[in-house]
C-alpha cells in the first residue's frame, strides 16, 4: 500500500487538489491503483452543484493524471525538490455516470508507452467496479525552476 506520506513526498499537489489518497498495487514502469475518497467536504462540491453534488469531470481526470504521475515518480525515483511531472495531453475522456459525496474511486492506470521520458498512460475511474470515467494521457518530466528564475 502507497500510503499519503509517500504520496506527499512523491507528489506537488496539496489540498485542496490532491486528488489520491492512497496507492496500490504498483507495478514499476507498467501500472499502479489509486484511491480517492470523495468527501462531502471537497470544495468544488460548494458550486457543483450545490442542491446535487456531483464530482466534476475534469477532475476525475486530474485524479487519473495524478496517479500517473504516482507512477512516474516511483518509477523514475523522482525528486519532487528539483523535478515536475506535467500532464502535457488527454484523449478519449469519457464520462459514464456521476460520482457523489461518499463515492471512493478506484483509478487503475497502465503504461501504454514510455518513450524517452514522455508516458503515456491508459486509467479508469470506477465506483464499486462500475466505470465512471476513462481516458488516454500523456506526462512528461521537467526540470524544476526555482522561484524568481526566468521561464
Known amino acids: 500500500m502507497i500510503g499519503p506520506d509517500e504520496i506527499l513526498a512523491r507528489l506537488p499537489h496539496r489540498f485542496p487538489f490532491l486528488m489520491v489518497d492512497r496507492a496500490h ?3 514499476e514502469g507498467e501500472s499502479i491503483v489509486g484511491i480517492k475518497c470523495v468527501s462531502a467536504g471537497e470544495p ?3 458550486g457543483h452543484f450545490p442542491e446535487n453534488p456531483v464530482m466534476p469531470g475534469v477532475l476525475m481526470i486530474e485524479a487519473l493524471a495524478q496517479t500517473g504521475a ?4 516511483k518509477t523514475l525515483d523522482a525528486d519532487i525538490a528539483n523535478t515536475l511531472i506535467l500532464f502535457i495531453g488527454v484523449d478519449r475522456a469519457r ?3 456521476p460520482v457523489r459525496p461518499g463515492d471512493v474511486l478506484d483509478m487503475p492506470v497502465r503504461v501504454l508507452a514510455n518513450r524517452r521520458g514522455l508516458f503515456r498512460f491508459e486509467g479508469e475511474a470506477r465506483v464499486n467496479g462500475v466505470k465512471v470515467a476513462e481516458a488516454e494521457f500523456s506526462a512528461t518530466s521537467a526540470q524544476r525552476q526555482s522561484q524568481g528564475e526566468p521561464s
Not at 504516482?70 to 515518480?73: F, G, N, V, Y
Open 44 to 46: 468544488y462540491f460548494q
Open 95 to 97: 464520462f459514464r455516470k
Open 70 to 73: 504516482l507512477l512516474m515518480s
Open 25 to 27: 498495487s504498483y507495478v
